[in-house]
């Protein structure tokens, strides 16, 4: 089976940067990604991990080391619009062709 | 279209009733999924198509939950006799093809079992 573990809260500062861990437990790996969701709206794809190492992409950052079954997302510069919950998913083993969510990261940028 | 369009945006019904909720993935995107986000939860998978492929239904809930597509267009995933557990946002999802990242969501169909 599958597990992903994430803070299920946190809070920041504008201006600041945040990291939100993710661990996992899979029966099988083919990659970290994450996503962004506001309230009321649809999640949208963040970034995608597939071998260690840190992608970037403008403000945001993923991180992964499959040695320790955990990645983060990175938030940097932090802005009023970027309070959502944020996810990470694996895929599931081969075979399946969904992607598992973990239960998602409040996150609460105050001023 | 543009984006991932889903029908209606909010539906409440009466429990015992059957109700019908659409997607409108996009165009040429072969892979659709289906996934039920109760309310401050995270995601759980459905249901999910690929291509005229027989469809993945390992997710579906129970017997009152099925789903349908017509070759690569719309879907349409049917609740019978609805029950309060019901309760949830309903998110549909498609990409390209085959791979592990890039899902683009509908804003889903907000269902209220009442």
């Known amino acids: 089976g599958q597990s992903l573990e994430q803070p299920s809260e946190v809070t920041a500062v504008e201006g600041a940067i945040v990291q939100i861990n993710c661990t996992y437990q899979?029966?099988?790996?083919?990659?970290l990604s994450w996503y962004q969701q506001h309230d009321g709206g649809a999640p949208t794809f963040l970034s995608y991990?597939?071998?260690?190492g840190l992608e970037e992409t403008g403000r945001f950052s993923s991180f992964l080391s499959r040695s320790d079954s955990y990645g983060y997302l990175l938030l940097q510069e932090l802005q009023m619009k970027d309070s959502a919950s944020y996810f990470c998913?694996?895929?599931?083993?081969?075979?399946?062709?969904?992607?598992?969510f973990g239960t998602g990261t409040r996150l609460t940028v105050i001023p | 279209g543009a984006g991932v369009s889903q029908s209606p945006s909010n539906k409440v019904t009466e429990k015992g009733k059957d109700v019908e909720l659409r997607c409108d993935p996009i165009?040429?995107?072969?892979?659709l999924y289906w996934y039920r986000q109760r309310l401050g939860q995270g995601l759980e998978f459905l249901i999910y198509?690929?291509?005229?492929?027989?469809?993945?239904k390992s997710g579906l809930p129970s017997d009152r939950f099925s789903a349908e597509r017509t070759g690569e267009s719309v879907s349409t995933l049917t609740i019978q006799r609805t029950q309060q557990e019901d309760s949830a946002v309903y998110l549909c999802?498609?990409?390209?093809?085959?791979?592990?990242?890039?899902?683009?969501f509908g804003s889903g169909t907000r269902l209220t079992v009442v």
């Open positions: 899979t029966s099988g790996f083919y990659g």
């Open positions: 198509f690929q291509g005229n492929s027989a469809p993945d």
């Open positions: 999802a498609s990409r390209p093809g085959q791979g592990d990242y890039g899902y683009t």
């Open positions: 991990n597939a071998l260690d």
């Open positions: 165009s040429g995107h072969t892979a």
């Open positions: 998913a694996v895929r599931e083993p081969r075979g399946a062709n969904n992607l598992f």
